[in-house]
């Protein structure tokens, strides 16, 4: 190998008198980019006091024009210290950045001179900024010579990326968010874009109420996505394709393809359209999506008479073993009707990551090999002698769930992840573990010193985080930004590429990894993006190649591709898009053991293993635990009611989750949510769930669809903790931790004695107590030496449990309430019930909202915004209170 790892000393800067990689700023206004979702929303930050950021939606960002979600708005929560990692750890003991970077080098050295360079991976992640991503492929695939890096984008957007590279010969968004502005109909299938990507939502919202848009949702489940939708076609999940094709037919029946647009820019099969003709007709499609056909009838007419249609889809669709199938299906109808390429229609997979994008774009999948080439002959020797590389890897590298496998099997040997959280979000992730445990050597890099994966670090690594990152980001479409830091790292925490940009150091490739800031890295991306292209690849950004540290220091948002389609030109040899011809599989059948199909997803204000979100007492309130939806029929069946703790069997494995019964369900489908992990539950672990099953030209797992049951869990108390420190080890059967105002709330059920379960949860301070054993109850509070609440546990086998408000304003109150109200968990003159937090920016709660839309006979989302001032902010909840307005009309009517 070219140098050899542990040599000459380490260039590293990372001593206490170094001078901080980026300058703090404070009392300015500084514009970057959101952490969170796709959409890519511009945020004005302003430093307002020692790791305190205050929040704006950046008016001048033209993908959200000042909007922000709860998400976005409620970053401010998360910029504290708690939980971070702040120096290199290894074996669990803090550690030199020097020495540990040593490590690592050497043992991904001594790994691939004993075992090849397919012995070792990196597993990576859509939260990395570009120039983090750029470095991370370039020395795997160019200087280790293996394409064993793999990112969290496999879990995904893989099946968009498949779906389209077949269509178009290039994996590239065919849309913008404008898109959306000019479209007359959007159809979202499988994205609940209300929760997941809200400012595109909004951006929906106001297409309708400016040009009347209409919205068609696809989705099994009936989501807040659905409140404002002209249509919600809640059909079997999996047959999309049907669906896709039943449309198709239809268009074609219906005269409304575009033949010269076929003719001049489609490649079709030769018998495409003869095995469409078999059973696609409306009865059958009907049928097999178990749709009324009166609403199909409806959505294709309407599609049919509307061609300026935005098809948006995102996880209902990617992520499924036929992911890449259905992604052509919805391709293959717009490039049938000419729907592409035009203002206002396009099928568009939004992304999920902030990143994800810029992932795409250098070539982290290991199905890619660097700027949107693959790994074709031609494209190894250009990327080689571009990065005068010693051997450029040849052949993809295995993809995440194979990635995983390997290591279990002991072919992988040495794991490098980086800001993504595999133990939890990985389907099997039982075996994921197995595979983290016996892997010989483990590196993570995280900016939390905790999760789930990290216990199975060898080596940590601090990398810096949102507000401490500088580099850039691209979104959905296809828009890259600047996120810019706000505040000087903290203890000792790094950028990613500064870290990768070490350990090549430390490897031997000094010179192919000089770079001293992320403006050198963009630049080089830039050029690569543009060496010999010639027009092959629409993803060029030469005009960034050389952009000076100055220009990248002060970039506004540009995007790449302009109107990618609009000349009909796509990136094939012969310059012509694929109709690809995609058949309805049949389903699984349900088997006896099995009766129920387990879909997972996500929650509106917590982002996936909610390292970041769950720092947020506010962003908390809107699901304090994880839950499984059932459908009542399902739930009856099973004895089951609401606010039951149910577990959740699948072949896979188990966990338990709280009951909420749903007529929002399909029967014989129930929904759990991605985001609980270990560190804040004994329950609700979705990622143990799902099977390790993958769609063959993608690679990416079917999270929606797995064969589950469900029976209730016999416990014998229930109870809760409200304390203001965290508990660290909670032993009852079933907890979960949440964020509460100025502490923590423990959910709590077991067993067997209680007592000798939660006993630790009391300590220190005065405590008051009173025990009701014939209902085997026990209620004790602890005041602390100001006399002020520091801790309350209830605890009922037979009867109620006071409401959690009161007693979490009592944590921070200025006045200590008595005894007897402490253990009544209630004020001696009752307060009005808000029930549970709706608008997490004003703190309204849903019995405020029901009372205010009946007693005013409010009748629109405005009229309760002006009444209570909910939804007004981010906007987040207007979806749920068009329900609650919807439902309160409904009781009135009863
Ligand atoms: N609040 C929040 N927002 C996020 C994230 C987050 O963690 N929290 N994560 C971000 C990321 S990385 C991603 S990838 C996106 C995901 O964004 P989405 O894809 O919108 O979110 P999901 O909840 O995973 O799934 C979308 C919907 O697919 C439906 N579905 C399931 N099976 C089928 C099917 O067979 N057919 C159809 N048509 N639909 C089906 C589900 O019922 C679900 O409502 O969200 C991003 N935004
Ligand atoms: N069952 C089921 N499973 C799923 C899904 C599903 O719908 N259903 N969705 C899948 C999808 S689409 C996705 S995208 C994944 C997401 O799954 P993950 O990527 O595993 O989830 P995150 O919690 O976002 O993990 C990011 C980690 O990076 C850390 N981090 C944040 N910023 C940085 C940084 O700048 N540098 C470094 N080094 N670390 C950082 C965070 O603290 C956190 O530990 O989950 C997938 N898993
Ligand atoms: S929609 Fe919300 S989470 Fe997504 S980028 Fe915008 S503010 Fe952030
Ligand atoms: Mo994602």
Redo the contacts with the bound molecule.
Sequence with gaps: MAGGAGGGPVATRANASDPPLTPPASGRAIKTTCA???VGCGIKATVTGEREVAIAGDTEHPANRGKLCS?GTHLGETVGLEGRLLYPEITGRRASWDKAIRQVARTFAETIERHGPDSVAFYVS?QLLTEDYYVANKLMKGFIGSANIDTNSRL??SSAVAGYTRAFGEDVVPATYEDIDEADLVVL?????A???PVVYQRIMAARLLRGTQVVV????R?E?CEEADLHLQ?R????VALMNGLLAYCRDAGVLDEAFLAEHVATPDSFWSALGEGNDLWSTARTCDIAPVDLKRFFELFAATPRTVTLF????N??IRGTDQVNAIVNVHLATGRIGKPGAAPFSI???PN?MGGREVGGLASTLAAHRDFAPENVAEVKRFWAAPRVADKPGLKAVDLFRSIREGRVKALWVMATNPAVSLPDAAQVREALALCPFVVVSDCMADTDTSRFADVKLPAVGWGEKDGTVTNSERLISRQRALMAAPGEARPDWWIVTQVARAMGWRDAFGYENAADIYREHARLSAYRNEGRRKFDIGFHAAITNREYEAMEPVSWGGAPFSEGRFSTPDGKARLVAVEQRVLDERLPKWPLTL??????????TMTRTGLSPRLSQHRREPLVEIHFRDAEEQGIGDGDLVRVATPQGESVFRAALSEGQRQGEI?TP??WTDRQSSGGRTGLLPRPLVDPHSGQPGF??TPARIEKLAVEWRGFLIAREVPEQVRADYFTKVRVGQGWLVELAGSGDPDAQLGNLLAGGQRIESLDRARGGWRAAVLDKGGRLSAALFVSRAGRLPDREWLITQLSAHETPSSVELLAGRPAIPQPDRGPIVCVCFDVGMKTIVQAIASQSLVSVEAVGKALSAGTNCGSCKPAIQRLIGETKEAAHA
């Excluded at 299938?189 to 874009?193: A, R, Y």
């Excluded at 999940?237 to 999309?240: A, M, N, S």
């Excluded at 995102?314 to 669709?317: A, F, K, T």
């Design positions: 969170y979702c796709g998400k859509g995904c957007m299938v499988g994205s609940n874009t929760w997941c990507h696809i989705d099994p489940r989501t996505t059909l999940p999996g047959t999309d995102s996880q209902g669709i992520q499924s992304t999920g990551q994800a879909n997972t997803g996500r929650y509106r204000d917590q982002w996936h929904f991605i985001h929606k669809s």
